[in-house]
């Protein structure tokens, strides 16, 4: 796996930047960490700041069409950029670029509340069970790591959100050794406010 991860580097050169995990899963957090770093984010502003994200969503709209996206090739232009790709699109990134992927974790119960909690203030219902959404992510997490370790188009590394939002120094510092190092880890920990964590498991 290390040559041919090699060899793609040498094949298709610099990587482009993931920020991925199921939603509500701090994803926007480590955006705006990379983007206090230094990195250019990949985004068209169109998702605006609300209440469930006070200071942002750091999205590109043409992310969620990528299953039936014909002409991927404008991914391209995000290589040594940072760009948010939900954990469910991650197989639908075109092969012809490497990524370096940082993968959010959260507790699923500290998920389906955060979401829940989203869709009463959007004035939308779920009626699946949370046993039911429970077991859909993880057979779901379970493919997406099988993916990340056997497809040589990916490495990536997991953060914790709790961790992020407890000790927001040393999960930054793992980020910028994971990016190459150089990114300034003081302002990456800057931004991460802990008054957001509004939903702890139990």
Same mark, same amino acid.
């Given at each position: 796996?290390?040559?041919?991860? @090699?060899? /793609? +580097?040498?094949?298709?050169?610099?990587?482009?930047?993931?920020?991925?995990? =199921?939603? $509500?899963? #701090?994803?926007?957090?480590?955006?705006?960490?990379?983007?206090?770093?230094?990195?250019?984010?990949?985004?068209?502003?169109?998702?605006?700041?609300?209440?469930?994200?006070?200071?942002?969503?750091?999205?590109?709209?043409?992310?969620?069409?990528?299953?039936?996206?014909?002409?991927?090739?404008?991914?391209?232009?995000?290589?040594?950029?940072?760009?948010?790709?939900?954990?469910?699109?991650?197989?639908?990134?075109?092969?012809?670029?490497?990524?370096?992927?940082? @993968?959010? /974790? +959260?507790?699923?119960?500290?998920?389906?509340?955060?979401?829940?909690?989203? =869709?009463? $203030?959007? #004035?939308?219902?779920?009626?699946?069970?949370?046993?039911?959404?429970?077991?859909?992510?993880?057979?779901?997490?379970?493919?997406?790591?099988?993916?990340?370790?056997?497809?040589?188009?990916?490495?990536?590394?997991?953060?914790?959100?709790?961790?992020?939002?407890?000790?927001?120094?040393?999960?930054?510092?793992?980020?910028?050794?994971?990016?190459?190092?150089?990114?300034?880890?003081?302002?990456?920990?800057?931004?991460?406010?802990?008054?957001?964590?509004?939903?702890?498991?139990?």
């Amino acid at each position: 796996m290390v040559l041919k991860r @090699f060899y /793609r +580097r040498l094949r298709y050169g610099t990587p482009v930047v993931v920020v991925s995990g =199921l939603p $509500r899963s #701090g994803t926007s957090m480590a955006m705006k960490m990379l983007e206090a770093g230094g990195l250019q984010v990949v985004t068209d502003h169109e998702r605006t700041a609300d209440e469930d994200n006070p200071k942002g969503y750091l999205e590109d709209e043409r992310v969620k069409d990528l299953a039936e996206m014909d002409d991927k090739s404008w991914i391209r232009d995000a290589r040594g950029r940072a760009i948010k790709v939900i954990s469910f699109l991650l197989k639908d990134l075109p092969r012809d670029n490497n990524y370096k992927v940082i @993968f959010m /974790r +959260r507790d699923l119960e500290e998920v389906l509340a955060s979401q829940k909690k989203m =869709l009463e $203030r959007r #004035g939308e219902g779920d009626e699946t069970s949370d046993d039911r959404m429970t077991d859909a992510y993880r057979d779901h997490l379970w493919r997406v790591n099988w993916l990340l370790k056997n497809d040589p188009a990916f490495e990536a590394i997991d953060v914790q959100y709790r961790d992020v939002l407890e000790e927001p120094g040393p999960q930054a510092r793992r980020i910028a050794a994971f990016l190459g190092g150089g990114l300034p880890v003081e302002r990456m920990t800057a931004v991460v406010d802990e008054s957001l964590y509004r939903n702890r498991a139990s």
